[in-house]
């Protein structure tokens, strides 16, 4: 018996956390932003051995960081495989030291939290400064 798999389709549309503020203006694409996530997952009965992993994409405006003027029309496309591994140390080499060192606080995930979602463009925002004196990014997060 074969896998069934699953495609969700999410439009996103709200205001830009950036535009309301006039020192963020070459930091930020527009009044909006707007953008779509693509989310597909399979599901099998028991004994199924091969189902195709799941996967995640999103089509966005350009990120805070490429600082390329109000208004620019350029989009990003980002797109992931997602499976699962039994252990943190099974990740990549590179991503465990640098959690470790600079982000401690995601090696381990909690049961549940009362903390909203920070999104790359709310990060951003926090680090604006950091971001202006060039500093090196992720900025070391420990609570």
């Not at 953008?35 to 028991?46: D, I, L, N």
């Not at 405006?61 to 600082?67: E, G, V």
Request: with cysteine.
């Amino acid at each position: 018996m074969s896998p069934v798999s699953f495609f969700k389709e999410i439009p996103l549309e709200y205001p830009h956390p950036l535009a309301k503020e006039s020192k963020y203006r070459d930091y930020c694409p527009g009044e909006k932003f707007k953008g779509v996530e693509y989310f597909t997952s399979s599901v099998a009965r028991p004994g199924v051995t091969e189902i195709p992993p799941s996967e995640w994409a999103r089509d966005c405006p350009w990120m805070p960081w490429m600082k390329l003027g109000y208004g620019h029309p350029a989009r990003l496309r980002f797109e992931t495989t997602i499976s699962r591994v039994e252990s943190f140390e099974e990740l990549h080499p590179n991503l465990v030291k640098l959690v470790r060192e600079k982000l401690p606080i995601y090696e381990f995930a909690p049961d549940e939290s009362d903390q909203p979602n920070v999104t790359s463009i709310l990060y951003f925002k926090k680090y604006f400064d950091a971001y202006l004196r060039g500093e090196k990014f992720p900025i070391p997060e420990t609570t």
